[in-house]
């Protein structure tokens, strides 16, 4: 029997004209279900634990729209910039500094494959007083193509640095870092604190499938290479129904492994935008989604990991993404502190943005590249307030931290206009606009971009 669960506005995957649409639960599943006049009705699984989606449901909290920002003329999605109905300040800005890329991925948000507009210095430091603008000491991610095919990324790097920012993450596919340690040097001198590192698997028929070639010695060694460069390492995996989601476990056991320079694991199901198999199928309406996302590390994890350990990570709307944080005991087990280790400097009413980037800079970077394990005496149980024990504890307790985490894209198919309105995480394009991530990569049908940032 289907229960309506709410209203809300999409897109039409054919033409990306907006459309009503519907949330409903059917056969404890939520649907999104929508209907174009021109080119028919569609319907996409978002959600495969509805208990859970209603429970999460009520822990969205919606902001004040933003002010400051453009006049609203076709109504969303069709004005960012970011326009005054949207709910949210920047919490991670994404700076896409070049086309350019040493791959040529099945799976891609971007359109690498042809050639664009690249950003010169002066217009990148624009981008960065745009993100500044709009999120003040955001999460800043380089991101393109693959930024490290750019010659000048240190010198961006420091630029960043010298505008305030306290967090810049080099999102890569991890060869250049895997084939010259020192240039990765170069760049944590210059300024990076986290390698966010694309990661689907620890098996090249993964990798065969969805970049189009073996990765896996490469992937291996530049996470050695971090290790030796002292550089946190965020691992990205991809994840696909039937290809590589009976890995989710096998993936948390190799960060515990490399603990402490492994700050997480942020899980990404495929979304349905930039390239992509045509051969998807009943992939596309059937879709991994977040609750199977947590369904696998429950599952995977022989008990480790409970599904009450995962809270909504974006408060604006709490489908969007979810994260745990877990302590790695000295017997190799993990302890969830995810409630114990919210950030106290941060007050209760503070804006989503301003707590996203707290909880970035406090558990993504690497606190102390000198850390090891300790003694016995560093167990929690044994420490004792003021003791030495008690701050080896709390030193511990910096590094040996793991974010589990994970954030579904939204494509033509699953777009929500609604939680849309809510995102923090932008683009920032080369003349000074600011848009949500998913608006920005979001393709019809037949490939054509919604913004075409030319």
């Known amino acids: 029997m289907k229960k309506i669960i709410n209203e809300t506005q999409s897109l039409c995957p054919e033409c990306l004209k907006k459309i009503p649409a519907r949330h409903i639960e059917e056969d404890k599943r939520v649907f999104l279900e929508k209907e174009c006049p021109e ?11 509805a208990a859970q989606y209603r429970e999460w449901m009520e822990q969205s909290v919606h902001a004040e729209p933003c002010r400051s920002g453009s006049e609203m003329e076709k109504d969303c999605p069709f004005d960012c910039g970011l326009c005054r109905g949207h709910e949210g300040k920047t919490c991670t800005a994404v700076l896409e500094i070049t086309y350019r890329c040493n791959m040529e991925c099945e799976v891609c948000f ?29 999460s800043i991610q380089l991101s393109g193509g693959e930024p ?26 991890g060869i250049r870092i895997a084939e010259d340690p020192d240039y990765l040097r170069e760049l944590k001198v210059a300024g990076a604190d986290l390698i966010y590192l694309q ?46 989601d009976g890995e989710v476990g096998d993936l948390i056991a190799y960060a515990k492994k490399h603990m402490p320079i492994v700050k997480g694991v942020h899980f990404q199901p495929i979304s349905y935008f930039g ?10 309406w059937d879709r ?17 990991m409970k599904a009450e350990d995962f809270v909504p990570r974006k408060r604006y709307d709490s489908h969007c993404a979810f994260s745990a944080l877990y302590y790695l005991e000295e017997d190799g087990g993990l302890k969830p502190v995810t409630k114990h280790m919210q950030n106290k400097e941060v007050p209760e009413g ?69 939680r849309l309105k809510g995102c923090c995480v932008h683009v920032i394009t080369y003349d000074g606009q600011a848009v949500p991530l998913c608006a920005f990569h979001l393709t019809s049908l037949k490939g054509e971009r919604l913004y075409k940032n030319e």
Request: aromatic share 8%.
């Open 110 to 138: 971007a359109d690498t494959k042809k050639e664009r507009y690249e950003p010169g210095l002066t217009e990148i430091q624009r981008m960065y007083e745009t993100a500044y603008r709009n999120g003040g000491d955001c």
């Open 39 to 49: 080119h028919g009705t569609y319907r996409v699984l978002v959600w495969s634990d």
């Open 288 to 304: 991994m989604n977040l609750s199977d996302v947590i369904a696998c590390l429950t599952g995977q994890t022989g008990g480790e």
């Open 350 to 418: 503070t804006d989503f943005a301003r707590k996203a980037n707290a909880f970035t800079n406090k558990h993504w970077k690497l606190q102390d590249a000198e850390a090891l394990p300790l003694g016995k005496s560093s167990r929690a149980g044994e420490a004792r307030p003021g003791s030495k024990s008690m701050k080896e504890f709390i030193r511990r307790l910096k590094n040996y931290t793991l974010s589990v985490s994970g954030m579904g894209f939204q494509d033509a198919y699953n777009i929500d206009i609604g």
């Open 275 to 284: 390239r992509y198999p045509n051969d998807q199928g009943s992939l596309i």
């Open 148 to 173: 490290t095919v750019r010659k000048d990324l240190p010198e961006i790097l420091r630029m960043g640095k010298r505008m305030g920012f306290s967090h810049i993450q080099v999102n890569t596919n």
């Open 199 to 244: 990661f689907d698997s620890l098996r090249d028929e993964v990798y065969r499938k969805v970049r189009g070639k073996n990765m896996l010695d490469i992937k291996l060694q530049a996470v050695s290479n971090c290790e030796r460069a002292g550089i946190g390492v965020m691992l990205v995996p991809v994840l696909v129904k039937g290809l590589n």
